[in-house]
């Protein structure tokens, strides 16, 4: 398997720009998760999907970021408009229930608001 | 609520030492726990897991962790440390009972150094 895939790996965008993040979990995985993480907060959950119905929004920084899990093979993480302050790396990970829910995280994309 | 504390934001060990890095948890019931690391620029890379049975869990690179229940910790160790193993490591409960809410609960993560 190709493991968690993620898009872009890097994202340069200014201040009010749309920032859009994908993802493609494992195949077969039944949880998607996204991630946030900085030097002065460290590692930050930000929503879960089980079967592509979110279950855990509050994680959510604000009304900016939205995500969405059409289908079991995506997920988007978008920031409108977006701000210095949501410069960080952005995780995604999936995992299956019946493997006692251990993650595999993606490899990251690390989004820069100038 | 659940939490994972790792008491060590930053640890130094030289090369070929020993490496115990501490984990507690708090939850009633036997927990989902599981140690990833993270090397500079990479995602997350789970290293071992605990789930029922032998208290002892071998994981990958060398590394093992072990249950105590009394102490409610998840230690993981490392009999020789070698230079690639410098790098963040976090210990991580599965939420709920059973890990039944699906998402795990994070430590801070310990930074792990290695001298020369």
């Known amino acids: 398997d190709a493991g968690v895939i993620q898009s872009p790996r890097h994202e340069v965008t200014e201040m009010g720009q749309e920032v859009t993040l994908r993802c493609k979990p494992i195949s077969g995985h039944d949880y998607l998760f996204w991630y946030r993480q900085t030097m002065m907060r460290g590692l930050e959950l930000l929503i879960y999907?089980?079967?592509?119905?979110?279950?855990?929004d509050s994680g959510m920084p604000e009304d900016r970021f939205s995500a969405k899990m059409p289908n079991a093979s995506f997920s988007t993480l978008k920031i409108q408009p977006s701000e210095p302050r949501d410069s960080a790396v952005y995780f995604c990970?999936?995992?299956?229930?019946?493997?006692?829910?251990?993650?595999?995280f993606g490899p990251g994309t690390r989004l820069t608001v100038t | 609520a659940q939490s994972v504390t790792q008491p060590d934001i930053h640890i130094t060990v030289s090369e070929g030492a020993s490496l115990e890095l501490r984990c507690n948890y708090s939850y009633g019931a036997t927990p989902y726990l599981f140690w990833y690391v993270q090397s500079p620029g990479q995602g997350l890379q789970l290293l071992l897991k605990y789930f029922s049975g032998d208290t002892l869990v071998q994981g990958i690179k060398g590394f093992e962790a072990e249950f105590k229940r009394s102490q409610s910790s998840f230690n993981l160790r490392k009999p020789s440390v070698h230079w690639s193993d410098a790098a963040e490591y976090f210990c991580a409960v599965g939420a709920g009972y059973g890990g039944s809410q699906g998402n795990l609960i994070f430590g801070k993560g310990t930074k792990l150094s290695v001298k020369p």
């Open positions: 990970a999936s995992s299956f229930r019946r493997k006692g829910h251990e993650q595999y």
């Open positions: 999907f089980n079967n592509n119905v979110p279950i855990d």
